[in-house]
C-alpha cells in the first residue's frame, strides 16, 4: 500500500498525554487515571486507552492511502480514502474495552501472562466513517449476508502493523460476515474520533470499529480487507484471546479446542475513588462506568460499602446527565457505556466498596475474581471492590 509504513523501531512515536499511566514504553501501552477516565461520557481522545503491538505506523508520500478490498467475493476493489468518505457517513457512540482491562487484579490471585492493566484500559468515544455493510456492497455482498456466492463466511481486516507475534507479519483479525454485512451491528471503518480526524494512535488513516466486541477485534492502521472462508489464522485469533477455564494453564492448554472471544461480559468499576484510598467520614461519592457487550444495555448498577452484605442502587446516565434507560434506543446508546454515580455516608473507620452491574439480559458479574481465572488473564469482570479508610481511624 503506497504511503502507509510500518517502522522498525520506536524513534517517530506520537505524542502522548503526560497524565497516563505507563504499562509498557516499546510497545506504547497506557491507560489514563481512574478519574480521567470519567471527566465526561465520551472519553477525550488524550486519554483514551493505547494498546499497541509495535512500533506506530506513519502516513507518508502526500498522504497516498488506498485500501485492498478481495477474497472470496465478485469483484475485488482498491478504495482510496477520498472514495471512502464519499460513501454515507455514520457516527456511532461505542464503547471499545481491551480483553485485558482489569487484569492486574486477576494476576494478584495467580500469576497470568499480559499487560498490566488497571480499570482504565476502556474508553467511549464518538466514530464517525461508512458502514462495513456499504463498502462490502461495492464488491457485491448484499446486506444482511451470511455467505458468499464463493464460500466466504469471514471479513478478515489486516493491518500494516507488524507484530513479533506474528513472526514480524501483519496484525489481524476477522469477524463473522453476517455481523459485518448487517446495518444494525454498526460496524465502521472509521476515519473520525469524537469528530477530529483519527490520531495515529487510534489507527489513522483507517481503522475497523466493531462495536459491543473486544478491542482486539477492531483493527486499527487498516491495510486490506480480505473475505475468507474460515475465521482469520492470525495468532490473535488462534493463540490469543480466548477464554479458558481455570483448570487450564500453559502445561496443559490446547488451543483450538476455544472459540475466539467476542463480545464481553458485563462490566463496571469504581472509578471515583483509588485503593487504597483516605476519605473523610460523611458522605462520600462513588461514581464510574458500566458497559456490557453485544449491544446489550445496563439494567441496573449495584452499590455496597460494606464488601456486599447490602446493596443500594445507583443512578446511571450516558449524555447530558439524562437517567439512562436500557430498552430506550430513541435517547439511549445502544453500544456506549453507562456512568453511574452514588452518594453514600460512610460513618465506619474502614469500608471494603464493591459494584456489580446487571445487563439487559439479567447478566451479573460474578463475586469471585478466581472463578473466572484464565491463564491470559482476559475479561475479568468480577465485583470491583475500593477498600478506603477514613480520617478517624488510625494511621
Not at 489486516?158 to 513472526?167: F, G, T, W
Not at 492448554?253 to 458485563?266: A, E, G, L, Y
Not at 463496571?268 to 456490557?292: E, N, P
Amino acid at each position: 500500500m503506497p504511503g502507509l509504513i510500518a517502522p522498525s523501531d520506536y524513534s517517530r512515536e506520537p505524542p502522548r498525554h503526560p497524565s497516563l499511566n505507563i504499562n509498557a514504553k516499546e510497545p506504547f501501552n497506557a491507560e489514563p487515571t481512574r478519574q480521567d477516565l470519567i471527566v465526561s461520557y465520551i472519553t477525550p481522545v488524550d486519554y483514551f486507552y493505547k494498546r499497541n503491538h509495535g512500533p506506530i505506523p506513519i502516513l507518508e508520500d502526500n498522504g497516498r492511502y488506498s485500501l485492498a478490498i478481495d477474497g472470496l467475493v465478485e469483484k475485488p476493489i482498491e478504495l482510496s480514502l477520498a472514495q471512502i468518505r464519499l460513501l454515507p457517513k455514520y457516527n456511532v457512540t461505542a464503547t471499545l474495552q481491551c480483553a485485558g482491562n482489569r487484569r492486574t487484579a486477576m494476576s494478584q490471585q495467580l500469576n497470568v501472562r499480559g499487560v498490566g492493566w488497571d480499570v482504565s484500559a476502556i474508553g467511549n468515544a464518538i466514530w464517525g466513517g461508512a458502514k462495513l455493510s456499504d463498502v462490502l456492497e461495492l464488491v457485491g455482498v448484499s446486506k444482511s449476508t451470511s455467505v458468499t456466492s464463493s464460500g466466504g463466511k469471514h471479513v478478515e481486516f489486516i493491518s500494516i502493523d507488524k507484530c513479533k507475534e506474528e513472526n514480524g507479519g501483519p496484525y489481524k483479525a476477522s469477524i463473522p460476515l453476517s455481523q459485518a454485512t448487517s446495518p444494525e451491528a454498526d460496524v465502521l471503518l472509521a476515519y473520525e474520533m469524537n469528530g477530529e480526524i483519527l490520531n495515529r494512535d487510534h489507527g489513522y488513516p483507517l481503522r475497523v470499529v466493531v462495536p459491543g466486541v473486544i478491542g482486539a477485534r477492531s483493527v486499527k492502521w487498516l491495510d486490506r480487507i480480505t473475505i475468507i472462508e474460515q475465521e482469520s489464522q492470525g495468532f490473535f485469533m488462534q493463540k490469543d484471546y480466548k477464554m479458558f477455564p481455570p483448570s487450564v494453564n500453559w502445561d496443559n492448554i490446547d488451543w483450538p479446542t476455544r472459540r475466539p472471544q467476542m463480545d464481553f461480559p458485563v462490566q463496571s468499576a469504581i472509578c471515583s475513588l483509588q485503593d487504597v484510598d483516605i476519605v473523610k467520614q460523611g458522605k462520600i461519592r462513588i461514581a464510574g462506568y458500566a458497559v456490557s457487550g453485544g449491544g446489550r444495555g445496563i439494567e441496573r448498577v449495584d452499590v455496597s460499602i460494606d464488601g456486599g452484605k447490602t446493596w443500594f442502587e445507583a443512578n446511571r446516565y450516558q449524555k447530558n446527565g439524562v437517567p439512562y434507560v436500557s430498552d430506550d434506543d430513541s435517547s439511549c446508546d445502544k453500544w456506549g457505556w453507562v456512568l453511574f454515580e452514588a452518594v453514600v455516608s460512610l460513618q465506619s473507620e474502614n469500608a471494603d466498596i464493591v459494584v456489580k452491574a446487571v445487563d439487559s439480559s439479567a447478566n451479573v458479574q460474578p463475586e469471585n475474581v478466581m472463578s473466572i481465572w484464565n491463564l491470559r488473564g482476559i475479561l475479568n469482570n468480577s465485583w470491583h471492590h475500593v477498600y478506603v479508610r477514613s480520617t478517624a481511624a488510625k494511621l
